[in-house]
């Protein structure tokens, strides 16, 4: 059964950047994958981006082009998010899941617990 | 992006009532929908993907219907654990987009 597991919370100055891990346990990790969502405090849940770690490209929601981008290491089945020149609309719970389903379809199942970053001066 | 509007936005019910949640596409999507619950403090937990498959371990109360445009979450009779936010998601465009979600409130 895969788990994902995040880093810790972060607080981050505006204008710098943040890097969240999330870390797979069970199933075959490059065979899948990985999109991350974020969610701001009381709002509602934002795609951000997804990468297939086999291939290696990633495609980015065309809001966060050119501030994010998601990496992984096969070495330890971990994914990263990074995103660049924060500002306070940044504050939010990150999420990772396994990105299910081909072509067209795509489902996120499981998630990762959340981590959440804060920027604040 | 394609915009996905959810309503009602909030609902009051029941323990035991049948709720059924709207979920509407400003464009034919086919059934690339899927339909997830959050509650409080948790990550999302996805229950019906393509529209109307079940996902494994959800229980059966939860169906989901619908293509195009237009799709709703049925919950046939609703159980305590049910009271929490659910959202809809689309990944027909590249852009993958969720609803505003819809809070499941206990009357």
């Known amino acids: 059964q895969v788990q994902l597991v995040q880093s810790g919370a972060e607080v981050k100055k505006p204008g710098s950047s943040v890097k969240v891990s999330c870390k797979a346990s069970g199933g075959t990790f490059s065979s899948y994958a990985i999109s991350w969502v974020r969610q701001a405090p009381g709002q509602g849940l934002e795609w951000m981006g997804g990468?297939?770690?086999?291939?290696?490209?990633?495609n980015y929601a065309q809001k966060f082009q050119g501030r994010v981008t998601i990496t992984t290491d096969e070495s330890t089945s971990t994914a990263y998010m990074e995103l660049s020149s924060l500002r306070s609309e940044d504050t939010a719970v990150y999420y990772c899941?396994?990105?299910?389903?081909?072509?067209?379809?795509?489902?996120?199942?499981?998630w990762g617990q959340g981590t959440l970053v804060t920027v604040s001066s | 992006d394609i915009q996905m509007t959810q309503s009602p936005s909030s609902l009051s019910a029941s323990v035991g009532d049948r709720v059924t949640i709207t979920c509407r596409a400003s464009?034919?999507?086919?059934?690339?929908l899927n339909w997830y619950q959050q509650k409080p403090g948790k990550a999302p937990k996805l229950l019906i993907y393509a529209a109307s498959s079940l996902q494994s371990g959800v229980p059966s109360r939860f169906s989901g219907s619908g293509s195009g445009t237009d799709f709703t979450l049925t919950i046939s009779s609703l159980q305590p654990e049910d009271f929490a936010t659910y959202y809809c998601?689309?990944?027909?465009?590249?852009?993958?987009?969720f609803g505003q979600g819809t809070r499941l409130e206990i009357k």
């Open positions: 998601q689309q990944s027909y465009s590249t852009s993958i987009t």
């Open positions: 990468i297939i770690p086999i291939f290696g490209t990633a």
């Open positions: 464009q034919s999507i086919s059934s690339y």
């Open positions: 899941a396994r990105d299910l389903g081909s072509g067209f379809a795509h489902w996120f199942d499981p």
